[in-house]
């Protein structure tokens, strides 16, 4: 998986929290190296395993998980020829008593947990070793009965120190009244009496040192010397024999190399297991059913870094459509409801529990593809545009039916014409390769292809219209709003301000220059009623809704009849297999405008005046639909296009067939438009009124 979308999507910090509820250096070692993998099965059965362990925990059950304490050492040097010592021995003896003891509480648990319980069922006990470790060390020191000869030693030795203790009380009470303290010291590992200086030639013996005012000289008395060799000698026996006792025990170890190294590895895969399962836990996970076609539907699913602060997502993709484009306002949730999608899928093929609710499905992919962020870079000189379009580059090198790509505002960063007119192409060659695709926008032409393509559906992040604040609910099968002007309106922009942005809007930007200076010098007049009296002010966009961007298309120059049909030919409506082509979504510059003369500039055109049931061609789509709804006091037409209604602005249609040519005179066109349960409906309420009867509208048409 990409480093890139690892990092994009914060799965780098899935792996410091795992590892961070790991007890072990290996079960730490394991949630570090964590990875996304690719085998459904293999998958499946982590998950598994991972829920089993999260249900012991659930449950109350405190699994006896060696520490590993001191076994990294002895793992590192084993088989090396290194002689381990007393403490070496004390950490090994541990942890084979904790092996014991974890497979023996594992047994017991078969039943309820049969996956876990394998793991320590494969584990070794190695009674011998532990046996022979704990007679030859106890508490970090060798046992005197380790060996024979360690036992003569150490016996001697204490009939030594025995003979050192009764002299030195003789000594004691001889050179009481010259001895400067009456503390026996020690000198380099021999015993020496304090003596007063100007006295030192009263006691026969060695000076061995002399304190720091000169006042006291240590002596190792004569009758001392011949028993502080004896006891030397045997200190040298003592430490003979040990190394020879270590290095049996080490050779004894090493025989065990396997036996050790499977344990070791097996407690570290435990540990990371149950890693996983305390993480769970702490954030809810559940398991998921695993395909790889590309199908996710999860229901009540958490950012797991956001917790229960974050609105429950509920999302499905991959049945009828592989692409959704997400709508809705600036800070409205809809790159949180990426990233969730994201990291919840890299966290379920990495084999940890999700955060969603029961019942829940996700896809496996060989790929995670993003383009989240404006990735600008003052090394490298890139724009906001020009890292979108790296990584977009980047995505469609290794796009295939295996990936899911998510994409985080198409079209931004660039001119919206030329931005919208690649990004819909681009949408277009990802469908053909059958990736999944998520991306989110605020451009109308964007919603309305995906309204109108087979394969793509749209979604809308939720928003209350009374308060102005979002819900960060995703609805789909609905295009959003970004509601610019309501949220400008509630945070201070001025009325005045807020009309002449709807009338620039209305009209067009290129349209709106005339209009400038009038403007300037009154700017309290009341801008938006002149524009509905001026004939020439027409809006200029496809959204239906206020806020949103919008591009002037060369698209929007009327096609003769006959080329027109000539285009319905060469595409037909009914051919969903093909992706959609557009014809010409680049607009032209203001820069290239202004630069036409006016003898050049071409002469305004009356706009069409649509009635119901005509056929109407729309230009950036390449497909013609069917009027349904007449035109609105923002000029949006509904049109009918592939069975789905969508509004979209007069100046983008051109008339196709009029309903006048399509239809005899009178004819009831809500035979075409509305269902036959509806239509009945309508007849039995315009006799006489039915209590509780009402028109039922889908969604798009309410």
């Not at 659930?58 to 699994?63: F, K, T, V």
């Amino acid at each position: 998986m990409n480093e890139n979308t690892l990092r994009t999507l914060n799965y780098f910090e899935i792996q410091k929290n795992v590892a961070s509820c790991a007890r072990s250096y290996l079960g730490k070692r394991h949630a570090h190296n964590m990875k996304p993998m690719n085998d459904v099965h293999w998958i499946q059965t982590r998950l598994e395993e991972t829920a089993e362990a999260a249900l012991m925990l659930r449950y109350g059950a405190s699994i006896p998980i060696p520490s590993l304490d001191g076994m990294e050492t002895i793992m590192d040097l084993l088989g090396t020829g290194y002689l381990f010592s007393e403490r070496d021995f004390s950490h090994l003896a541990q942890f084979l008593r904790s092996c014991a003891q974890l497979m023996k509480y594992m047994e017991g648990k078969s039943e309820i947990a049969p996956t876990v319980s394998r793991y320590a069922a494969s584990m070794m006990l190695m009674e011998s070793l532990l046996s022979e470790i704990e007679r030859s060390i106890h508490n970090g020191r060798i046992q005197d009965l380790a060996s024979k000869e360690l036992t003569r030693i150490r016996k001697k030795m204490m009939v030594n120190e025995e003979r050192i203790k009764r002299k030195l009380d003789s000594l004691l009470s001889k050179h009481r009244s010259i001895m400067q303290e009456n503390v026996i010291s020690q000198r380099h590992g021999r015993t020496v009496l304090p003596i007063k200086k100007e006295f030192r030639k009263l006691v026969k013996g060695s000076v061995l040192d002399e304190s720091g005012s000169g006042q006291t000289v240590y002596i190792e008395p004569v009758e001392l010397m011949s028993l502080h060799s004896e006891l030397a000698a045997l200190q040298g026996d003592e430490s003979r024999e040990e190394m020879k006792i270590l290095g049996e025990l080490t050779t004894l170890t090493e025989s065990y190399n396997r036996e050790i190294a499977l344990n070791t590895e097996t407690v570290g895969i435990l540990d990371f297991l149950l890693a996983k399962a305390k993480y769970a836990v702490t954030m809810d996970g559940r398991v998921v059913q695993v395909n790889a076609e590309g199908r996710v539907q999860i229901q009540r699913a958490h950012h797991p870094l956001m917790g229960e602060s974050m609105v429950p997502l509920d999302f499905t993709i991959g049945t009828n459509y592989r692409s959704l484009i997400i709508t809705g306002p600036n800070t409205g949730g809809k790159t949180i409801a990426l990233k969730t999608l994201g990291l919840l899928t890299l966290m379920m093929q990495s084999g940890l529990l999700v955060p969603v609710g029961e019942g829940g499905t996700m896809s496996v992919y060989s790929e995670i593809a993003v383009d989240i962020g404006d990735g600008q870079s003052m090394e490298q000189a890139l724009s906001t545009f020009s890292a979108h379009i790296r990584n977009m580059i980047g995505i469609l090198e290794q796009a295939n039916s295996s990936t899911l790509v998510l994409i985080d505002e198409m079209a931004s960063g660039t001119d919206p014409g030329e931005g919208v007119g690649l990004s819909i192409a681009m949408l277009e060659e990802l469908h053909r390769r059958e990736a999944t695709v998520v991306a989110t926008t605020h451009f109308g032409e964007i919603k309305h292809f995906a309204a109108a393509t087979p394969g793509f559906e749209n979604a809308r992040m939720e928003f209350d219209t009374a308060t102005l604040q979002p819900l960060y609910r995703l609805r789909i099968g609905e295009a959003g709003q970004s509601y610019a002007y309501a949220i400008a309106l509630k945070l201070g922009m001025a009325q005045h301000i807020i009309d002449r942005s709807k009338s620039i809007s209305d009209q067009g930007i290129q349209q709106s220059n005339s209009s400038t200076e009038k403007w300037i010098t009154e700017p309290s007049s009341t801008l938006s009623g002149e524009a509905e009296e001026d004939p020439l002010i027409q809006s200029d966009s496809l959204l239906e809704l206020e806020g949103d961007h919008h591009i002037t298309s060369q698209s929007e120059q009327k096609p003769h009849k006959s080329s027109l049909s000539h285009s319905t030919e060469k595409h037909p409506v009914t051919d969903i297999d093909k992706p959609i082509v557009l014809t010409n979504t680049a607009s032209l510059s203001q820069s290239a405008l202004k630069s036409k003369k006016p003898e050049e500039s071409e002469p305004s055109v009356k706009a069409n005046v649509f009635q119901k049931g005509d056929r109407v061609y729309i230009g950036y789509l390449d497909q013609t639909g069917t009027v349904c709804d007449v035109e609105d006091a923002r000029g949006n037409i509904g049109v009918i296009l592939r069975g789905r209604k969508i509004k979209i602005h007069k100046k983008r249609l051109t008339l196709h067939i009029a309903a006048d040519q399509l239809y005899p005179d009178n004819y009831d066109l809500d035979i075409v438009f509305e269902s036959k349960v509806n239509r009945k409906k309508r007849k039995l309420m315009g006799r006489k009124h039915v209590e509780g009867l009402q028109i039922e509208l889908p969604p798009e048409q309410q």
